[in-house]
């Protein structure tokens, strides 16, 4: 953020608003029986009811329902036993029936709410509703014509739509991240921006802190990435500010952020109301959600990442950031769940999640791949923990373990003993050796005493080679401090 | 004769060899090229499909292969109900020419059970029309008299029917457009309750008020076609999911004991004398045979036509939002794309249409809709309630079906005056309850007179049981439209 | 009750029907008169009356998340009016979309 944005802030508050869609993950389309499928050739998925053809009526797919409901019981929304689809009014290529299914007066879902994670804490953002409806074709403008490709014209979305309470770019961002990872969590979406299964646009406007009245909005579109909706936000934010402060006024429109440029133009005046004509599409009777289906939904329903946010800190006393970390994808989560439930009991939460954040990920992350393709299962990993908890071997050691079993396969106890590398913490042993070392370094054991503090390192390595590193490292420093005299 | 065959006949004489389909549709195909130039009933005719489905039936009779239930039945479709590979226009010019990929669910309903299709009737264009005036192809006649109209917007069909030029019809009924035409052309026409019959196929007019049903010479007739016709359609979600009875144990039946309920509202002073005397007579007839008339009250009558007309044209002006040039049908090109939409369905869409179309539009814009579409589904509640009330007090409800015969071809010279010929039938369709018009006499000009009968939903039966009763009493036998009596 | 033409303009575009000048007129007045008999139901009272859709009353009923096999591109396409390959073809956008 730059110094002249930080100083209009502090008279100036922006409020933003969200509209999120969402591509519900179904093998056939909301209303159509056509399949779903990203990058088919084009207008390859299409039936007579895709196509609008006179006398078609469209039939409402059960998965579609289903997942909405997910998104619904997670973000805690009230729900609707009886919603109804309406029909949205408007000429374009790529709706071929001239208007959309989707829900107006009677949406399925209302006044949930997503948390966010923002600086550690937790800020909770209303929203006003959670809406089906169905997805429209692609428009391509080629020179003087546009092609239209009615594939993805009917896919089932959901759209989300926050309150306007979000007062910063940052947050905007924080929580269209936060609804993207709860959508993959509740397995609903796969919600890939690239190609389009998640989309944003914001409504923003400003006013002076401290008024309660919103300012004039304007709607920014054409947002695919988190990274360009802090800096369209942050844009239009400025863009804003620096018209009301000149003593202009701000036009309400809809704009369309350009990545390239680093800014956004209007598209045609908003005032241009397209009147919608809302009305209830009397294809469909009203959408029933009984307490068998909301049961179903409940019960199959994951620990959501905030509950386990907290739960991680309280339980397990992990750090915020090892804990956010943990949640931002359900693998993770589940990984550690199970790394927690494998193990014995001697060792805490934060040194499992600290095993798992280094070494796990770390390995992972090295060679591109996820944590569900980790070959290591929980099991072993917990049973490597142990080993170095519980003294069999050192964390040195265990390390070295980590990276062959994660290689192999191979059970780490397995590993330790055909390398013989368990731990020695034998005093009687151990005295032995560093006896044997202080006696043969005489010069150094000389200038040890002297004060030359760092020559205890030396007698700490000879121990380790004439152990292969073996020496139990406490009760060798132990037994080196009373055998040096200090 | 073989024209006027009802499909009992039909259906022995083909099964027994007595004639070959081959021979029958040729017979038919004769004969509408003597009658139909006159006529103008037809806007297609499939000499070839017919043909072709007569000769696989010839074809599967010889083999001894099972045959349907109205094999080789000669039947014509109106031109809104959707033919696989047969050209489809909803007698509009914006379908010009239009070949579906897919049969309505009625055809193929029809086809399975052996009928033969001849061709597809005209009819006002969309179904907007009570006098089939308003096709954009071509006029037709009523056959009783070809100066005047003979009713729609199932004109076509009625003419079919009537004239020997098919054994039965299938025709839509959104306000009275298979009731009104069948009783202008003295023939039987049912509209089922809604949702009796797939709509999957069906050009949508007016979705909460279409559906399909028989337009025949006689009313057992009609029982055998709504017997293949009814049914549950998982493609068309506003279907009932109620069992389907055997309309043919209604037929034969008596009227002892029927409470026959005659609302004032229905013979107030704009009734012709003649036709109020030919109702009377079937009155009498009913009860001499030992039915009961019982006086009843159905107070929001007169709010029936401002209701119809402002959810028809509502749901219309939604329905055709679909036509515009781009994925089928006629288009008008231009370089803009706006200018494209408006001028191909300122071309394409007839006076009428374009006539409900703008009303259907004012009536949606918000503002407007709480006053108009709203408030209209609220009084169509209140009509039902009327009905819900007088059927405590009797089992069907008995009204001219229109307030004069036949008027002459171009005497309606607003439109508002066309709206009042459906007067009698639009409550039916609002209330969603079964109708059927029965023939029960001629004018003094040789014109027939319709009888309507309402019944309680899902009550067809008791409407086939009673319509029947009247065609043996009152109705016409065998007199025939002059010019078409052989 | 008249309607004033600039309203049916508005409401010929919503529709996006082109209307000749006489076709405007015309519908002013006719749809006027038509209007004008929706007066009465201003006057019924529809307090606590639920809008009617069924006289059967029935729920939704849900399809399974089952794929059918779709038109091919070129049954999709036979009856455009004009065609690219395996698209539709329209006249471009004006600049600002809906």
């Known amino acids: ?486 | 004769m073989t024209a006027y065959w009802s499909i009992a006949d039909t259906v022995r004489n083909i099964v027994s060899g007595e004639i070959t389909a081959t021979v029958l549709v040729e017979t038919m195909l004769d004969r509408i090229g003597k009658l139909d130039d006159k006529l103008g009933a037809y806007l297609t005719i499939d000499k070839a499909g017919a043909l072709g489905q007569a000769a696989a039936i010839d074809q599967k009779r010889k083999a001894g292969q099972p045959l349907g239930a109205l094999v080789g039945v000669p039947i014509s479709l109106k031109d809104n109900l959707v033919t696989k590979d047969l050209v489809t226009t909803a007698a509009s010019k914006i379908l010009d020419g239009w070949v579906p990929p897919y049969d309505a669910t009625v055809v193929a309903k029809l086809r399975a059970a052996g009928a033969i299709i001849l061709g597809k009737t005209n009819m006002d264009e969309f179904g907007m029309g009570s006098s089939t005036e308003r096709s954009a192809y071509q006029p037709t006649k009523n056959p009783w008299d070809t100066a005047r109209v003979p009713g729609g917007s199932s004109g076509g069909s009625a003419v079919a029917v009537a004239a020997g030029m098919c054994v039965g019809s299938l025709g839509t009924d959104t306000g009275g457009s298979i009731r009104q035409p069948a009783a202008f052309c003295g023939t039987v026409g049912l509209k089922p309750t809604y949702g009796r019959v797939s709509r999957w196929g069906v050009i949508a007019f007016a979705s909460s008020l279409d559906q399909v049903g028989p337009i025949t010479r006689t009313v057992a007739d009609a029982a055998a076609l709504l017997q293949v016709i009814c049914g549950h359609d998982p493609r068309d979600a506003t279907s009932l999911d109620t069992p389907v009875p055997s309309f043919r144990e209604a037929l034969g039946g008596d009227v002892k004991g029927l409470r026959i309920g005659i609302p004032a509202e229905y013979f107030g002073g704009d009734i012709d004398p003649q036709i109020r005397a030919a109702i009377e007579r079937a009155v009498a007839a009913l009860v001499e045979r030992g039915a009961d008339t019982v006086d009843i009250n159905l107070p929001h009558t007169e709010l029936a036509l401002p209701a119809y007309y402002l959810v028809a044209p509502a749901e219309a002006s939604s329905n055709l939002s679909r036509y515009d040039g781009i994925r089928y049908g006629k288009r008008v090109d231009a370089t803009d794309l706006l200018e494209m939409y408006s001028k191909t369905r300122g071309a394409g869409f007839g006076p009428e249409v374009k006539r409900r179309i703008m009303l259907g539009t004012y009536a949606l814009r918000s503002g407007y809709y709480d006053a108009y579409y709203r408030k209209a589904q609220q009084i169509r509640a209140l009509i039902k309630k009327d009905f819900d009330k007088a059927f405590r007090f009797c089992d069907v409800v008995l009204t001219p079906t229109t307030p004069t015969a036949a008027f002459e071809i171009g005497a309606k010279a607003t439109p508002f005056e066309m709206y009042l010929a459906d007067i009698f039938t639009l409550s039916c369709n609002l209330a969603g309850l079964p109708g059927i018009s029965v023939p029960c006499g001629l004018t003094d000009n040789n014109l027939p007179v319709g009888v309507q009968l309402l019944g309680k939903p899902l009550d067809e039966a008791t409407l086939l049981r009673a319509g029947q009763v009247i065609e043996s009493a009152v109705g016409l036998g065998d007199r025939r439209p002059p010019g078409a009596a052989s | 009750m008249a309607l004033e033409r600039k309203e049916v303009e508005e409401i010929a575009l919503l529709a996006r029907l082109h209307l000749e000048p006489d076709e405007l007129e015309r519908m002013q007045s006719e749809l006027g008169a038509i209007l004008e008999h929706f007066g009465a139901l201003a006057q019924v009272d529809t307090t606590d009356v639920a809008p009617m859709t069924h006289a059967v009353p029935k729920d939704m009923q849900l399809r399974a998340d089952e794929p059918q096999p779709s038109l091919s591109a070129s049954e999709a396409l036979a009856a455009a009016p004009k065609r690219e390959g395996d698209l539709f073809v329209v006249p471009a956008i004006i600049s600002g979309e809906p």
């Open chain 1, 1 to 486: 953020m730059t110094t002249e944005l930080e100083r209009m802030l502090e008279t100036w508050e922006p409020v933003i608003g969200l509209e999120i869609h969402v591509q519900l993950k179904t093998r056939s389309k909301a209303f159509s029986p056509s399949a779903c499928e990203f990058g088919a050739p084009p207008n390859s998925l299409t039936d007579p009811l895709v196509l609008g053809l006179p006398g078609t009526l469209p039939v409402f797919n059960r998965a579609a329902l289903e997942l909405a409901l997910r998104l619904g019981v997670a973000t805690e929304s009230q729900i609707r036993a009886r919603s109804r689809f309406a029909r949205k009014h408007y000429f374009y290529p790529d709706l071929p029936k001239g208007y959309q299914i989707s829900q107006y007066d009677e949406p399925l879902c209302e006044n949930g709410h997503i948390d966010i994670i923002a600086d550690g804490a937790i800020k909770r953002v209303k929203l006003q509703r959670i809406h089906l409806e169905e997805d429209a074709g692609k428009n391509t403008h080629v020179g003087a014509v546009s092609h239209v490709d009615l594939n993805r014209a009917g896919v089932p979305l959901v759209e989300v739509v926050t309150s306007p309470e979000l007062h910063s770019a940052g947050d905007a961002a924080e929580l269209m991240r936060s609804l993207h990872r709860l959508v993959r969590w509740l397995d609903i979406s796969e919600a890939d921006m690239e190609k389009g299964q998640l989309r944003c646009d914001a409504n923003v406007s400003v006013r002076i802190r401290g008024e309660d009245r919103l300012g004039t909005r304007t709607e920014l579109k054409n947002i695919n990435s988190f990274r360009f909706v802090q800096n369209a936000v942050e844009n239009e934010i400025l863009r804003q500010i620096r018209i009301v402060e000149s003593g202009g006024r701000v036009t309400r429109e809809t704009r369309l952020w350009d990545a390239n440029l680093g800014q956004s133009a209007s598209m045609r005046s908003k005032e241009e109301a397209n009147d919608y004509r809302y009305f209830p599409d009397p294809d469909l009777p009203p959408l029933v959600v009984d307490g068998a289906m909301m049961g179903g939904i409940l019960r199959s329903l994951p620990e959501l990442p905030v509950a386990r946010f907290e739960r991680y800190q309280r339980a397990h006393g992990l750090s915020a950031d090892d804990a956010r970390l943990l949640v931002s994808e359900r693998g993770l989560a589940e990984y550690f769940d199970a790394l927690v439930a494998a193990h014995p009991g001697s060792s805490s939460g934060r040194t499992l999640a600290n095993w798992m954040l280094t070494e796990l990920l770390g390995a992972l992350n090295a060679e591109g791949k996820s944590i569900e393709d980790s070959a290591m299962p929980p099991a072993t990993l917990a049973a490597l923990v142990e080993l170095v908890q519980n003294g069999t071997i050192s964390g040195k050691i265990g390390k070295e373990i980590f990276e062959e079993s994660y290689k192999t396969g191979e059970a780490p106890l397995a590993i330790v003993d055909r390398r013989g590398v368990r731990q020695i913490s034998d005093e009687h042993l151990l005295g032995e050796v560093v006896d044997r070392v202080v006696a043969a370094n005489p010069k150094q054991a000389e200038g040890y005493r002297a004060g030359k503090d760092q020559l205890f390192g030396f007698f700490v390595g000879q121990v380790m080679k004439e152990t292969q590193g073996r020496a139990n490292p406490v009760v060798t420093s132990d037994l080196l401090r009373k055998r040096l005299g200090r």
